[in-house]
């Protein structure tokens, strides 16, 4: 679903050339989860950029779903994102002037693939029953996670991106996110790359990989 192949990526800066990937490769098949840890600075969220299509590398190709991303134009990849990938944040990017209902379905309607029953199940799943109609300011922070959540899978994305995805939550909260998301991950059989810096989000993951200094190492949890 995923593969990244000898993936090199360098900014330039003020004090010259900052190598931030360097031969990075990994895969990653439908239904595979991963978790991707490593110190700030040390290349996860480029990664995720990459992974995106949201940046294209310096050297080495990445395939999303059979796709080269580098041989599409810029209009390709953003609808490749829109039909293919969830994407889900530490902030929760909801629309504030959308209701809870519309901003679960408003990346399904875009993609055109909005599929009314399932909106109903992923509503009942997320514990947001009777919310409908609520606007995200009305939400818990735990509740706006969890429709941001909903609102990634409401596609049925081929890959769920999530960078951080219970970093601004409390720990209880952040437990009870986790093990909704890899549910309902199962459940779609997407696969799933997290961005972690915490060990308690990877361990129930099936991989994690550690980069160190823009170098992919396997970490064992």
């Known amino acids: 679903m995923l593969k990244l192949d000898q993936i090199h990526k360098t900014y330039m800066t003020p004090q010259g050339p900052l190598r931030v990937l360097e031969n990075v490769s990994l895969t990653l098949a439908p239904g595979q989860s991963l978790a991707l840890m490593g110190e700030s600075g040390s290349g996860k969220s480029t990664l995720l950029h990459l992974a995106a299509g949201l940046d294209l590398p310096d050297q080495g190709h990445i395939a999303l779903a059979g796709q080269n991303l580098a041989s599409l134009a810029e209009p390709a990849r953003a609808k490749l994102r829109r039909e293919q990938l969830g994407l889900v944040f530490q902030q929760f990017h909801l629309v504030p002037s959308l209701s809870v209902i519309d901003n679960l379905r408003l990346q399904a309607r875009l993609a055109k693939r909005e599929d009314a029953d399932w909106s109903a199940h992923l509503i009942e799943r997320l514990g947001l029953e009777g919310l ?3 606007y995200p300011e009305q939400l818990s922070g735990g509740q706006q996670q969890r429709l941001a959540i909903g609102r990634a899978l409401a596609l049925r994305p081929a890959l769920l991106l999530a960078d951080e995805p219970t970093g601004n939550l409390d720990e209880t909260t952040a ?3 986790l093990e909704l998301l890899l549910s309902l991950v199962h459940e779609t059989q ?3 790359l997290i961005v972690t810096h915490s ?3 990877a361990a129930p993951l099936d991989r994690c990989l550690r980069l160190r200094h823009g170098r992919l190492l396997d970490a064992a949890l």
Request: with cysteine; proline share 0%; aromatic share 0%.
């Open 132 to 134: 409908e109609k609520r």
């Open 175 to 177: 437990d009870e996110v």
């Open 190 to 192: 997407c696969a799933l």
């Open 199 to 201: 060990l308690q989000v």
